[in-house]
Nanobody, 121 residues
């Protein structure tokens, strides 16, 4: 079983920055992707960003150019640097890990418990 644990959420003013961290532990796929999703109040959970085993990245249109995903293979960790934050970025952010395949963006295998990010005006 894989455990995924996020950290780094909090309260930030609009225009500010925040960095989320996530560490995965346990036996997992030989090659895996890691990524971030978010769920705002009253909305469905949505894809934010993914980084493949080879280091390729992909972002949702809403965060492209403002957020940067990176990973540390040795630590089984993934990070999300969020800049120029907007009120609409307020959500619970979830880290996920799964097989390195296109379906990851809709159906990763393992989820963290989520960390709250609140952007204030």
């Amino acid at each position: 079983q894989v455990q995924v644990v996020e950290s780094g959420g909090g309260l930030v003013q609009a225009g500010g920055s925040l960095r989320l961290s996530c560490v995965a532990s346990g036996r997992t796929f030989s090659t895996y992707a890691m990524g971030w999703f978010r769920q705002a109040p009253g909305k469905e959970r949505e894809f934010v960003a993914v980084i493949s085993w080879g280091g390729g990245t992909y972002y949702s249109d809403s965060v492209n150019g403002r957020f940067t995903i990176s990973r540390n293979y040795a630590k089984n960790a993934v990070y999300l640097q969020m800049n120029s934050l907007k009120l609409e970025d307020t959500a619970v952010y979830y880290c996920a890990q799964g097989q390195d395949r296109p379906q990851f963006r809709s159906d990763p295998t393992y989820w963290g418990q989520g960390t709250q990010v609140t952007v204030s005006s």
